[in-house]
């Protein structure tokens, strides 16, 4: 008979899981907050909130309310690009830095300084004055974000026995993907325009989980034993003879995940906003891609993982392609067949964020785990904040969200062409 996944899992097992998939809904709730509150924040400390009310007003003339709707869109489209690039590339360089820290000295406490990081921070973007001051403050929290995942996944597959693995991947992308969720359906619930700042200061609250961290969650056995009988890691070790190639496959498998999801999917609320006047047809959208998400981050991993490594990641990449050049071409009106088609696509595209925490872990060795997952994980950020960016760009010259979206989903191709020069890892231990 197989064996269960949680067969002979031990007190301290669940309590690094538990940590960890706490941080990661936290991550996820974060992340999806700034989607519902980033146009009405922006509208306010642009100081455009007067125009936003021009556009909406009985009095003017069709010409006027679209001219004052674009005199309010274009600057906040901007700013939003802007915001998105600064989380990216702070994500990316806090992945490396902390997950360096976690290597030097030990996952649990860095995760307590990563976790403090995103949520005090994400907290005081609730504070911000002006638009800058918004993008400086989720970069600083990014920091954080982008080391948190780095250091839960070493902490998690370093704990569990092997035949777990693929539930647990799944889990690990599930758990992010369930609070962006939660997210959403806040949004149906609350007003963000009216709301937005006390929104993020709620953000604040995952800090209690460094309690929960610093108190009961032990440290990995087997990274203890790796700094115990083996020299300091630093960042640069992850490019030496024999782990250079495997840190820049990683960072390639990452990197067509992250830019497609970063590049497209997370533009679809405002994709829905130029289709529908309805008020509450974003958020709906927002719902379905994040409930897909949960479900094909966690079935994506418990399916691929029956395959190869180099197959599972084929065929991630061409079902991946085919939800999304499907979705934003052939839909030109809200309806719920787009709905629909938005849910396939948030599963497939996340169906990675269930694969990676597999593969990832079983590129490096112990003593180096943490840096080189941070990097090849986060480094996919850094060329996904340059698609954000080309993303607004192409829109501001007179492009359209789907358009610019289905031209940044071709990296799909390019990644199932990659899928045939990864290393194959299915099926070996975890390297000491």
């Known amino acids: 008979m197989q064996q ?4 002979g899992a031990t007190r301290d097992q669940w309590l690094a899981l538990t940590a960890a998939l706490l941080g990661w809904a936290f991550d996820g709730f974060e992340m999806g907050v700034f989607p519902l509150v980033a146009r009405p924040a922006l509208i306010e400390l642009l100081d455009l909130s007067g125009t936003a009310e021009a556009a909406k007003s009985p009095g003017l003339s069709k010409i006027e309310q679209d001219a004052a709707r674009a005199a309010v869109d274009e600057p906040v489209r901007r700013w939003n690009g802007i915001l ?10 806090g992945g490396l830095f902390f997950g360096w820290l976690g290597d030097r000295f030990g996952r649990v406490r860095a995760m307590i300084f990563s976790v403090l990081t995103y949520a005090l921070f994400t907290g005081l973007c609730g504070l911000a004055g002006q638009a800058w ?5 989720r970069f600083i929290a990014a920091l954080g974000m982008g080391g948190e995942w780095s250091l839960g996944v070493a902490l998690v597959m370093e704990s569990w026995s092997a035949h777990a693995r693929p539930v647990l991947a799944g889990l690990i992308g599930a758990a992010a993907n369930a609070g962006f969720f939660i997210t959403a359906a806040l949004g149906l619930l609350l007003r963000p325009d009216d709301a937005w700042r006390a929104l993020l ?3 604040v609250f995952p800090a209690l989980l460094t309690f929960l961290l610093r108190t009961f969650v032990p440290e990995s056995k087997q990274w203890e034993q790796a700094v115990a009988t083996g020299p300091k890691p630093g960042i640069a070790d992850i490019f030496v003879a024999g782990l250079r ?5 990683g960072a390639s498998v990452g990197a067509v995940a992250l830019l497609s999801t970063w590049g497209a999917v997370q533009w679809i609320p405002l994709w829905i906003r130029q289709m529908t006047p309805s008020p509450h047809a974003p958020t709906y959208a927002q719902c379905w891609s994040a409930l897909g998400a949960t479900i094909g981050a966690f079935l994506g991993s418990i399916i691929v993982g029956r395959l190869s490594r180099r197959m599972g990641y084929f065929c991630l990449c061409l079902v991946a392609l085919a939800a999304c050049e499907t979705a934003f071409l052939l839909h030109e009106s809200y309806n719920y067949w787009l709905l629909i088609n938005i849910f396939l696509v948030g599963a497939t595209s996340a169906a990675f964020y269930g694969w990676l925490p597999q593969y990832l872990p079983e590129l490096f060795p112990t003593r180096v785990r943490a840096t080189g997952q941070g990097f090849c994980y986060n480094f996919g950020r850094t060329i996904a904040a340059v698609g954000v960016l080309l993303t607004t760009f192409t829109i501001d010259v007179g492009g359209k969200y ?9 990296i799909y191709g390019a990644g199932m062409l990659l899928a045939f020069f990864i290393p194959e890892t299915k099926g070996q231990e975890l390297l000491d």
């Open 4 to 7: 269960r996944w949680y067969t």
């Open 402 to 410: 789907a358009q610019a979206s289905a031209l940044v989903c071709l």
């Open 133 to 137: 001051h918004l993008a400086a403050l």
């Open 84 to 93: 998105s690039a600064a989380f990216l590339i702070g994500a990316a360089a």
């Open 245 to 249: 190639h495997r840190s820049l496959f």
């Open 201 to 203: 200061m709620v953000c």
